[in-house]
């Protein structure tokens, strides 16, 4: 199946400071990729969709100075959160989909952010 | 607006014992009906695409139904290793992204 890693796995940083996450489509083209958000116990939280190539779209209420998204190829996007603040705390998840009429979308490992 | 809910929040079943997870769905136009497993700290993993009613796919110990309202995830025979939440997700024509609308989630429990 198709395979999508996201890395760290964790972070834990300090007040103020940026955090860059990683997600890699390993054995397909993602057209595109999704950035999700989810809260304890809560679903998925989509933050914002990205096409090779394209600025980002972003959800309503989702800051787009705060959390930038960077799709440059079509095996690779970031997420780099700035500025953060323990409010950002938060399990981060990415997804990935292939080109075409191809519907399913296939998750990385997700990364646990803790601000401290 | 697409919206999806998810019944029971929390099951928890004996080994072996049978049931079923459901998933009601509102949607302008459904392109495809989506089920995944998510462990604890994990990303989803896929598990079925469902895209018109009637339809119904299978996998080891679950075997997902769509209706023109919902969608069931049957759990036959479970085994502890079944422990999971089971995310359900649709995505509607004119989602030009293919963008999925997820449900909150039934967290399974699956007691030896």
């Known amino acids: 199946g198709a395979v999508v890693s996201q890395h760290p796995s964790w972070v834990i940083c300090k007040s103020g400071t940026s955090v860059k996450i990683e997600c890699r489509s390993l054995d397909f083209q993602a057209t595109t990729m999704f950035w999700y958000r989810q809260f304890p116990k809560q679903s998925l939280m989509l933050m914002a969709t990205s096409n090779e190539g394209s600025k980002a779209t972003y959800e309503q209420g989702v800051e787009k100075d705060k959390f930038l998204i960077n799709h440059a190829s079509l095996t690779l996007s970031t997420l780099t959160v700035t500025s953060a603040h323990p409010e950002d705390s938060s399990f981060y998840i990415c997804?990935?989909?292939?080109?075409?009429?191809?519907?399913?979308?296939?998750f990385g490992q997700g990364t646990r952010l803790t601000v401290v | 607006e697409d919206q999806v809910t998810q019944s029971p929040e929390a099951l928890r079943l004996q080994e072996g014992e049978s049931s079923s997870l459901n998933c009601s769905y509102t949607v302008s136009g459904l392109r495809g009906l989506f089920w995944y497993r998510q462990d604890p700290g994990k990303g989803p993993e896929f598990l079925f695409t469902l895209y018109s009613a009637g339809e119904e796919k299978e996998k080891e110990r679950l075997k997902a139904t769509l209706t023109k309202k919902e969608s069931f995830l049957h759990i036959t025979a479970p085994k502890p290793e079944d422990s999971a939440t089971y995310l359900c997700?649709?995505?509607?024509w004119g989602a030009g992204s293919y963008q999925l609308t997820f449900g909150k989630g039934t967290k399974l429990s699956v007691i030896p």
């Open positions: 997804s990935a989909r292939g080109g075409g009429s191809v519907t399913e979308a296939f």
């Open positions: 997700a649709v995505q509607a």
